[in-house]
């Protein structure tokens, strides 16, 4: 990934880091070497808990003087969203512009219904996604994948993934979405033009560098850290 263009984003995406703090901070060298001009953070900051965990974790990656953006999971509490939102970090429903490049983030999941989040509002997501129509380029942070892909397979192969997520991402078209929740599905998967990425589970080891370029074409490294 060497040599990009200037109009190129390279974007370091981590899920399910479940408080651990170790893996956080094993992740800052990686940014000192990789230089994403954004991290992306794609829910479940901690394991249920405590609150304090999510502050530990944002403080040590602000060391990294990047620019951040992240959503929570289900296993997540009210206090870790109020954190995020005090940090100016929270995408949760929000059309956000970062160097020309619209994201929008919705917590989750929505299946399982498990924890204190869940997209059920499909005309909710598509009227924050409207705001991002002047984008050219435009990436979706969602917790939860979308149903019926590579990315949403439990271990018994049953699909356990958002079917409002789907919806919504065969409608607009994004050229991007991470995603995380379900740490066996680690990879990457295609609905129409739109390229679905779950980095796997920091607190297992595992993110990913990717780059979104000019046309909106994505290029992408699985890493451990």
């Known amino acids: 990934m060497a040599g990009r263009p200037q109009s190129t984003m390279r974007i370091l995406a981590i899920s399910d880091i479940h408080g651990e ?3 956080t901070k094993k992740l800052l060298a990686l940014v000192e070497s990789r230089e994403p001009d954004l991290i992306v953070v794609a829910g479940d900051i901690t394991r249920f808990g405590p609150a304090k965990a999510a502050y530990d974790i944002f403080d040590a990656l ?7 953006v992240a959503i929570t999971g289900n296993a997540d509490s009210r206090d870790v969203e ?3 939102r ?9 059309a956000v512009v970062i160097d020309k490049i619209g994201f929008v983030g919705f917590s989750g999941p929505t299946t399982l219904q498990m924890g204190n989040f869940a997209i059920t509002n499909y005309d909710r997501i598509n009227y924050t996604l409207a705001d991002l129509s002047g984008c050219e380029r435009r990436v979706l942070v969602s917790h939860v994948p979308p149903s ?19 919806d919504v991402i065969e409608e607009a078209q994004p050229n991007l979405v991470i995603c995380g929740h379900i740490h066996e599905a680690r990879g990457v998967d295609r609905i129409g033009k739109t390229t679905i990425i779950n980095p796997g589970a ?5 993110a990913a560098m990717i780059e979104l370029g000019e046309n909106g074409e994505v290029s992408h490294e699985m890493l451990s850290v």
């Open 148 to 166: 019926n892909t590579k990315l949403d397979a439990v271990f018994s192969g049953e699909h356990v993934g958002s079917d409002f997520l789907r």
């Open 21 to 23: 703090l170790y893996k």
């Open 86 to 94: 005090k940090k100016d970090l929270d995408i949760h429903n929000k």
């Open 202 to 206: 920091l607190c297992d080891g595992y």
């Open 62 to 68: 602000k060391k990294t003087n990047r620019r951040i």
């Open 82 to 84: 109020r954190i995020i």
